[in-house]
């Protein structure tokens, strides 16, 4: 039984979606990003870094970091496919757009939802969320460049459609991607729509059904 400490929309999203596909039991744990809980010297003790998601496994050991924690969960649990073969050439790509979207997209997300933090002394905080979300935009596109087929790999579902679906929703520019990234957003739906995935999908970014 795994414990998932996160928040409706947040990176536990990706977890969740995870977990969901690999039909493991799991209970959540809600750190109120509105209320700032993910600051508490409490949550602080699972993760230093004050963030979530953190997963805490049934031995009472904690995983943070969200792309570690989904390699983990797919090591914990074999033979789900959602990760091709280790050394194969797929493995490469996957482990490539898993890791771009975990270091070169996930970081931006801090400056859009907290620029005061990266802001010089006068330096207006707006400027620098709207330079942040230039690069996002711009980063976003090299993914939508390279769906390569009914998924970001092919026609393979893996690990890397349900963080892309994930992220895609954030940064309040998911109605940017409907309308300025087709194939993201097409895979972004088709992975809500999934028969494991659609109740936590929903929990996360469809909270008014
Ligand atoms: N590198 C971390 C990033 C985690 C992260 O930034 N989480 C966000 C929520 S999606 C958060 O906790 N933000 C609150 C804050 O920065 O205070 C990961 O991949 O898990």
Not at 74 to 101: K, N, Q, V, Y
Not at 136 to 148: A, K, S
Not at 174 to 185: C, D, G, H, R
Request: glycine share 8%.
């Amino acid at each position: 039984m795994y414990e998932l400490y996160g928040d409706p929309g947040s990176g536990s999203a990706t977890v969740e979606l995870l977990l969901c596909e690999l039909g493991v039991k799991y209970g959540t744990r809600d750190i109120s990003l509105h209320d700032g809980s993910q600051r508490s010297d409490q949550y602080a003790r699972l993760n230093p870094q004050r963030k979530i998601p953190a997963l805490v496994t049934g031995d009472g050991n904690v995983v943070t970091e969200s792309a570690a924690i989904l390699l983990w969960l797919l090591e914990r649990h074999p033979g789900s496919g959602l990760l091709p073969e280790p050394g194969s050439p797929d493995r490469a790509e996957a482990l490539r757009w898993l890791l771009f979207m975990a270091t070169e997209l996930y970081p931006i997300i801090e400056m859009i939802d907290y620029p005061e933090r990266f802001a010089p002394d006068r330096c207006d905080p707006e400027a620098l969320r709207n330079r942040a979300l230039e690069h996002w935009h711009r980063r976003w596109r090299i993914v939508e460049d390279n769906i390569r087929g009914r998924w970001l790999m092919g026609e393979s579902f893996s690990i890397c459609d349900i963080y892309m679906a994930v992220v895609s929703r954030w940064a309040g520019q998911a109605a940017w991607v409907a309308e300025n990234l087709p194939e993201t957003e097409r895979v972004a739906r088709a992975v809500g729509a999934r028969t494991r995935c659609r109740a936590a999908w929903k929990r996360h970014f469809q909270p008014e059904f």
